[in-house]
């Protein structure tokens, strides 16, 4: 990732410019970590991508971001200057879901790698053939939205090339259950299923998609074992936008309307007030 490599070096000067954080910066090989998620690429009525970022509230940094390095960037932040899913000034738009496999290896950590594509590429066939030569430490599955409404879900693994696939769908497994623990624990065939099923439904709408991603099973409450609904993100390609939302309440960001503030959400209550909605 040649390009993010200024970047990278002007961060580790800022944080002190030792071994220990330049390793921690450069995200390669990190401890294995994993999260649940459900994601959709809809482009029937509207264009953009909606994602749910399932995992513990306490490991969560909470930072929705704009950057304006090698090109304007909005995403929420993770690792530091990594990104779990972003809007670039392209109208590119990329999130990640776990892939569901306990198989680990030599690769950067996906939020960087989220980070270099949506700060070097513009639409979804550049990514993919980015992807081609990137090496991943652990499997994951991005979901790719350009404003041309091409889409893509491809299929990131340590130990097997990337894999490209047409559909708009991503949960937490690649082509099978390869982890039967954890796809019971994130039930993640339940959720592929609903979606699916939401894919296929003529009388699906961007408005009746994007409440059902703050509903069961896409909406999850487990906080406890890190698998709970931190938050639900859209994409806009057309708008350059991306708004927040969580039951009861929603937050719109663009690229000409970000102002810095601060927003507390009350996990608890939307856990108990089932009422709440949008």
């Known amino acids: ?68 390095w090698l090109k304007p960037v909005i995403g929420v932040g993770d690792c530091t200057w990594g990104l779990l899913d972003g809007i670039n000034a392209n109208g590119l738009c990329i999130s990640l879901t776990f892939g569901g496999r306990n198989i ?17 590429c513009a639409s979804n066939a550049e990514v993919i053939s980015s992807l081609q030569h990137l090496p991943v430490h652990m499997s994951y599955n991005l979901t790719i939205l ?13 130990d097997r090339p990337a ?29 592929q299923h609903f979606l699916e099923e939401c894919l296929y439904n003529p009388q699906e709408t961007s408005r009746t998609i994007k409440q059902k991603f703050l509903q069961t099973p896409l909406y999850n409450t487990n906080f406890e074992r890190g698998f709970g609904t931190l938050y639900t993100a859209v994409y806009d390609p057309d708008k350059r936008a991306c708004q927040m939302r969580w039951p009861g309440r929603k937050k719109l960001f663009s690229f000409t ?22």
């Open 146 to 158: 350009d404003s041309n409404r091409h889409f893509s879900t491809v299929y990131l693994s340590p």
């Open 163 to 191: 894999a490209i696939v047409e559909t708009p769908i991503g949960v937490n497994h690649q082509h099978s259950i390869e982890w039967d623990d954890y796809a019971a624990v994130s039930a993640t065939l339940q959720r």
């Open 104 to 120: 680990t290896g030599d690769g950067f950590g996906i939020p960087l790698i989220v980070r270099y594509l949506l700060e070097t």
């Open 257 to 278: 309307d970000f102002d810095e503030q601060k927003l507390q959400v009350n996990l608890t209550k939307i856990f108990f007030d089932p009422r709440l909605s949008i």
């Open 1 to 68: 990732m040649p390009e993010i490599f200024p970047l990278y070096e002007n961060l580790c000067e800022l944080a002190g410019g030792g071994d220990l954080e330049s390793r921690f910066l450069s995200q390669y090989s990190p401890p294995p970590f994993m999260s649940g998620c459900s994601q959709r690429a809809w482009t029937r009525d509207a264009n953009f991508l909606i994602r749910n970022y399932d995992y513990s509230p306490r490991l969560f940094e909470g930072v929705l971001f704009k950057t304006n």
